[in-house]
């Protein structure tokens, strides 16, 4: 089974508006972190957000929050008033475990968001 | 504060050919680790580094192999290149390893193997 699942190959957001990234998971480890990034056209991958398995709020950095929902294994990825250069790559991933060695992350297939002017 | 840094930003290389590509992490951050992506495999975990020991290996041939330095610097090696080797390798730091910290990733070294 994959670890890291995203449906949505491709996306599309009016400029301003909010849009929503799915992204489901599976793991039996119940220590487990779950990040999402940015890769625009250039290559490098840009860290947005981070939800640990325990922590009971929703993570928000700035325009980006994750809704996780840990009894359906989601960590959806929303970003609010969408700009022109949120355009790029986005990959959900997951470490599973905190113990030394751990920082193997698995990643999802990615979803590319394009803003429309 | 500087960021991942990887060098070369691009390689061309011919199959038979061994290449080695360089990471100098975050400054304070002890763990590297390598990643390869490509259109058809995506992003796949290559091995972590910590404090100058392997800690982790991804599902990778013996071609493929790395070493990290006392001041955290990390190098990757691929020997007797194939076409299949063609990729964008990504570097990843973070202060420790296995734990809640967050990796940041460099701009990556996209190799072509002709």
């Known amino acids: 089974a994959q670890k890291i699942t995203q449906t949505q190959p491709g996306m599309f957001v009016q400029e301003k508006e909010a849009v929503t990234l799915d992204c489901t998971y599976d793991?039996?480890?119940?220590?487990?972190?779950l990040f999402w990034y940015k890769q625009p056209s250039s290559g490098e991958m840009i860290f947005l957000i981070y939800?640990?398995?325990?922590?009971?709020q929703n993570a928000t950095e700035g325009r980006y929050s994750l809704n996780f929902q840990k009894a359906r294994k989601s960590a959806n990825l929303v970003i609010s008033a969408s700009q022109l250069g949120d355009s790029a790559m986005y990959f959900c991933?997951?470490?599973?475990?905190?113990?030394?060695?751990?920082?193997?992350?698995?990643f999802g297939t990615g979803t590319r968001l394009t803003v429309i002017p | 504060k500087a960021g991942v840094t990887q060098t070369p930003r691009y390689l061309i290389k011919t199959r038979g050919q061994q290449v080695t590509l360089s990471c100098s992490p975050i400054?304070?951050?002890?763990?590297v680790s390598w990643y390869q992506q490509t259109p058809g495999q995506g992003l796949q975990f290559l091995f972590e580094?910590?404090?100058?020991?392997?800690?982790n290996k991804g599902n990778f041939p013996g071609r493929f192999s790395g070493r990290q330095f006392s001041n955290s610097r990390s190098e990757m090696n691929v020997s007797t290149l194939e076409l299949g080797d063609s990729a964008l390798y990504l570097c990843?730091?973070?202060?420790?390893?296995?734990?809640?910290?967050?990796?940041?990733f460099g701009n990556g070294t996209r190799l072509t193997v002709t």
């Open positions: 990843a730091s973070s202060l420790e390893s296995g734990a809640v910290s967050p990796l940041h």
């Open positions: 793991t039996s480890d119940p220590s487990y972190g």
């Open positions: 939800q640990g398995s325990y922590d009971q």
């Open positions: 991933a997951m470490r599973e475990g905190i113990y030394p060695g751990a920082n193997n992350l698995f």
């Open positions: 400054s304070g951050h002890r763990s």
């Open positions: 580094y910590f404090s100058e020991t392997q800690r």
